[in-house]
């Protein structure tokens, strides 16, 4: 379970693609029916590059790559394909390289390198000779890495669903969907003193951040949000009755718009 | 999905929905508009109703209601131009920024892992184009209300004396495309950028009475008038419409229905069409409008107040069952229009008003769930059917000494009889979408 700084990568002018520019805004968007597709690269002989360029060198440890139909990728850093990431959650790759991959998201972590550009080279899909899509990329390091996680009644991950119930003159019900946003509500005891601190200086910068709570290179189930604490700090209560049993507060986390 | 259509879409009932807004901002060098729209959906905490309605109130007469749309301002894009923060910042102040809402559905399908979005109606998405206008201010809730008005303000805030171009030949149709082509004249437009600088947004149908009063811009009927005001006029001398389209169209036309087949059926309870589905969430209010009846029509075309200044057609009241005026009472619709040039035009004009009025009409107003794509004056079908409120015996009293038919005993009907129509047809005089609650509301009159 982690929290991340904001997605490094949050302009469309930092992404360069080798075709279709206007779809590239969509490796912003968290909605995952949006991507950026590529035109004219229906061929596993052909290969889509996706470039993110950063201003300043910039330091990063995450990258998350959601809702892509890639199957032989690389990705690299400084515009050099030698420049992989060591990975430290790894898969059937240890470096950033894949030559069959199957899986539609991945979010591969690795320790923290300086980085200038972030590419992707995508020289095959997982069916063969389509176009090459990618819905999001993240770029991101961590600002808070769990040291322990939330039992299971205090952990409660929802699709908070913003929708119109009507009901018709017959009776019948309509649903009109208008978003689908993640929230979590988390709450941990027996937090140390260390801990709490990381909490309560991501509380009082309030900003935005993104938070996954199971990150995973295979397997993995995609969450991964931009959010925003609500409510209050209350990591002040000590656990257990018990000055030396850490603290116990609770986190609402809830996705910010798009 | 390809191949389904917005009637498709309507009626499912589970289905996605978007709304997005957009504006544009002038060049603080230029004064011209940017050539992109700039998104702020995300910034949009009460989207508001958009409202319009012609003929509703009083005939010819296109009202807008006031669209109020709030944005969340915690980081300053919505202050003033002067301030560094502000979207507005190096361009021209918010006022007369164009706004533009497109709403619909939207679905999306997967094949070989690539993903592809579909917009529903067919692309053409766009709900409501209009401009930033009257006071805009901020609070300390860290938001900002946005009044938005239809384009048609931009003819409202420019004097009809202004006019360049006018002669002595004018008709009402060669006056809007006069408007369509004003300039300032060094070249630049003066309405055209408002409606994106192209002259197919304006839909203008040709006539041919000239106006003789309209030859110059130092004639009395421009003074004190604003631009808007005259085409009000000009369109009550044609019998006309003119009003703004939801892609931001300047329309001007007949008022006659949009076509002469019904654009869409609404369906409530009792209604068992399965193309349309059910869309009728209540029905608000039906019946006949006495207060839409009148059994003469008076014209005043001479600013002089003899007799010969005005043209009247009238029933004349007749104590007998079959007389409007005797069962009614006799109500006059007044017009004062002197742009009308003479009392043949004057005569013709009322004639075809008495025709409109002097039958007493149906008019419904109801609520539906969301159906973004009609257009005023559309042509539409409505099928309801109440169901009994007070349930009685099943076998129907009123048939048991039935000499005609055969049989003493049947079932009675299952509906009601309260509200009962049957595929009638109406046309729209007003719309109101409401985008926070992505539902509809309807008022329309019997064709």
Known sequence: MEILYQNYFNTSTQAVVNSNTSTAQYLLTRDTYYQYVSSGFNNDLTQTTIRIN??????????????????????????LTASTFALTTTSST????????????????????DVTSVSFDIKSTIVANVE????????????????????????????????????????????????????????LTNAPLTFQSQFKTLFEAHNPFMFC????????????????????????????????AGFTGNMDFRESPT | MPGQSIIDYIKKPHSRVFRRAYIKRRNIGTGAFESSWVEISKDIKKWGTISTQLDSERLNKFTFGNMRVVVQNDQGKYN??????????????????LFKIETGFFDFTTTSGVTQVFNIPNGVTTAFVGIFSGDMPGSDK???????????????????????????SMTASRFMELLRDQTDGSGGFVFRPFFDNTTTNFDISTTTTQYLNLNTSTSEELREKNVW??????????????????????????????????????????????????????????????????????????????TTSYSTVQSAMVVESANAAWALGERTFSISNTLIPNVTVAEALAQNIFNDVSTIKNEIEFTTTFVPHLEILDRVQITYDSSPVLFRSLWDLNDWADATNSSDLYWDASGGNALKLNAKEFKFISQNIDLDRFECKFIAREV
């Open chain 1, 54 to 79: 950063f201003d300043a060198t910039t330091s990063v440890s995450r990258i998350a790559i959601l809702n892509t139909n890639a199957r032989e990728m690389i990705i690299f850093r400084n515009g």
């Open chain 1, 94 to 113: 240890v470096t950033s390289s894949w030559v069959s991959n199957s899986a539609s998201s991945m979010y591969l972590s690795f320790s923290a390198v």
């Open chain 1, 132 to 187: 090459k899509a990618v819905a999001q990329i993240v770029i991101s390091s961590v600002q808070i890495n769990f040291s322990q996680l939330p039992s299971a009644k205090n952990y409660k991950p929802l699709i908070d669903t913003k929708q119109i119930v009507h009901e018709l003159s017959d009776g019948g019900t309509r649903v009109h969907a208008v978003k689908d946003k993640y929230s979590h509500k988390v709450k």
């Open chain 1, 213 to 244: 709570p199971f990150g995973t290179t295979t397997s993995w189930d995609a969450i991964l949000y931009e959010a925003v604490w609500v409510g209050n700090f209350d990591f002040y209560t000590y656990s257990d009755d018990n000055a030396n």
């Open chain 2, 80 to 97: 003033p131009e002067d301030s560094e923060d502000s979207y507005w910042y190096n361009y021209m102040p918010q006022q007369r920024t």
């Open chain 2, 142 to 168: 860290n938001e900002i209300t946005f009044n938005v008005k239809p384009l048609t303000e931009v003819f409202r805030n420019y004097a009809a004396s202004n006019i360049r171009g006018l002669d002595g």
């Open chain 2, 229 to 306: 005001e005259i085409i009000e006029k000009l369109s009550e001398a044609e019998n006309h419409v003119s009003y703004i389209t939801r892609d931001g169209k300047f329309r001007f036309r007949s008022r006659s229905a949009l076509t002469t087949t019904a654009a869409y059926l609404f369906n409530g309870v009792g209604g068992t069409d399965n193309t349309y589905g059910q869309t009728i969430k209540t029905i608000n209010s039906y019946g006949k409008k006495p207060s839409k009846f009148y059994s003469r029509v008076q014209i005043q075309f001479n600013s002089l107040n003899t």
